[in-house]
């Protein structure tokens, strides 16, 4: 048996284009209507387009914000480390100097003391003789 290769051809109905539907802005361009309605569109678009414009910069502004943050913690952090090895050498020279003072005034103290004492034991002698 023989097989016969059967063409089929395809059949294609050909429909006509559906109309394009006109909206109601297209229904009311040439009344009174028409021209308020387009301005509202417009001024519809408009701040649409505002608002992406906002969003826009607002992003922008956000990003370099965390940035320029970013940038001064670590600034921060670089003055806080200089800071802190400023004042404990401020606080070292603090000590000694208490110290340095102390020693003076316990030095004073017992240059007074001895002064004192002499002074009484003359006063003393003093008496002794006189008597």
């Known amino acids: ?5 059967v063409a089929k051809k395809r059949v294609t109905k050909k429909t006509a284009r ?3 539907v006109e909206s109601i802005f ?11 309605i387009r301005i ?5 678009l408009a701040s649409l387009g505002v608002v992406a414009t906002v969003q826009t910069e607002l992003e922008k502004f956000q990003s370099e914000f965390e940035k320029t ?16 090895k400023e004042f ?25 003391v001895e002064d004192v004492v002499e002074a009484k034991d003359k006063v003393v002698e003093n008496l002794k003789s006189a008597a």
Do not use: C, H, S, W
């Open 69 to 84: 943050f970013d940038r001064l913690v670590k600034d921060g952090e670089k003055a806080r480390n200089r800071y802190r």
């Open 88 to 112: 404990q050498g401020f606080r070292k020279d603090a000590r000694e100097f208490r110290e340095d003072v102390k020693e003076y005034g316990e030095d004073l103290v017992e240059d007074i």
């Open 40 to 44: 509202a569109n417009r001024t519809f």
């Open 1 to 5: 048996m023989t097989e016969k290769k």
């Open 18 to 20: 559906p109309k394009k």
């Open 26 to 36: 297209d229904r009311m361009e040439g009344t009174v209507l028409g021209q308020p």
